[in-house]
């Protein structure tokens, strides 16, 4: 008969299982410290050499990294998503950068759809704390924090469709755009009327996602990034046009 006596599993096992989940879901992020030894072994009620074994055994895993004097942090598991040399070459083509907003089209789309239906009450919550949040920095005029927050609340968004390859995947995505590889928003937000436009565009997603709507949730999201592809393009033929009048501007002064 294809049976085995029941093992009692170890508490390390259990402690490690609990830590790749909270990484696997998204709640421990890259580069977050993890509580003190002592701490962190009275909150799983585990002794603190079961707490080591498990930690020890993450580390093996490359999903913790211990720094000297620092304590214990979770790894930066998406920096491998793309290769140092694919990141120099996005950043200097600009097909790199529509084909990057085409994409997020696709994948929030999808996304704020799933939010929609599946994001539980508390997600919901989290996504309109941030838009609120959003409302004061752009009150405040503050581009810097107000981009920060555009690309917390897209990832509220994706963090509440409860898919956890597609967190992860985006999350490495939006790393690069916070990095400013594939544009830097506050060039395009600069612009009075399209911080206000880009804000109403937000609300329009929060608004469908708390009424559950997800075809409207899907449909905000398309529209505020075919509005950004928009602005982009309109912002490289400005810069363009600009280059090309300073030259003939440089020739007229010096005739």
Do not use: C, W
Not at 17 to 22: F, G, N, P, T
Not at 99 to 115: S, W
Not at 186 to 199: A, E, H, N, P, W
């Amino acid at each position: 008969m294809p049976f085995e006596k029941v093992q009692p599993e170890k508490l390390s096992q259990s402690v490690v299982r609990q830590i790749e989940l909270l990484i696997l879901r998204g709640i421990l992020r890259p580069g977050e410290r993890l509580p003190s030894e002592r701490e962190l072994s009275e909150r799983l009620g585990v002794s603190r050499p079961s707490l080591r074994e498990a930690l020890a055994e993450l580390q093996d895993a490359g999903l913790l990294a211990s720094r000297a004097g620092a304590g214990v942090y979770v790894a930066d598991v998406l920096g491998s998503a793309f290769s140092e040399s694919l990141v120099r070459l996005f950043s200097t083509h600009d097909e790199a950068v529509f084909d990057y907003i085409t994409f997020r089209r696709d994948m929030e789309g999808l996304a704020a759809e799933r939010a929609a239906i599946y994001g539980s009450d508390t997600d919901l919550k989290v996504i309109d704390a941030i838009f609120r949040k959003m409302e004061a920095a752009h009150a405040k005029r503050n581009p810097k924090d107000e981009a920060a927050l555009d690309a917390d609340f897209h990832l509220s968004i994706i963090e509440a469709s409860h898919n956890v390859i597609m967190l992860h995947m985006m999350r490495s995505m939006f790393q690069l755009l916070r990095e400013g590889v594939f544009y830097n928003r506050q060039v395009m937000f600069k612009q009075r009327t399209t911080r206000d436009m880009l804000l109403d565009q937000h609300r329009a997603m929060n608004t469908a996602i708390q009424a559950r709507d997800a075809a409207a949730a899907r449909a905000a999201v398309e529209a505020h990034l075919t509005f950004v592809e928009i602005a982009m393009t309109d912002q490289k033929k400005a810069d363009r046009n600009e280059a090309i009048a300073r030259k003939r501007f440089e020739h007229e002064t010096r005739r």
